[in-house]
């Protein structure tokens, strides 16, 4: 049985979706993409991101 993680990194979204890494980053630069920033790190999880994919989240959700 395959375990899937709570959070994505852009390299793990990249491999999924065979979108380029720098395509990754730039969406997630704009906000496309549903994400938390820790200092340097991306981290997307994967509900939100599984919700990006369906069209239902276009970014990052508000702080609360």
């Given amino acids: 049985m395959e375990q899937k993680t709570m959070a994505m990194t852009p390299a793990s979204i ?3 979706t065979g979108l380029h890494i720098n395509t990754i980053y730039r969406l997630l630069k704009e906000n496309k993409i549903p994400h938390v920033k ?3 790190a991306y981290l997307i999880s994967r509900k939100e991101y599984e919700n990006w994919l369906s069209g239902q989240s276009n970014g990052t959700p508000a702080a609360g």
């Fill in 14 to 16: 990249s491999a999924d």
């Fill in 38 to 40: 820790l200092s340097r």
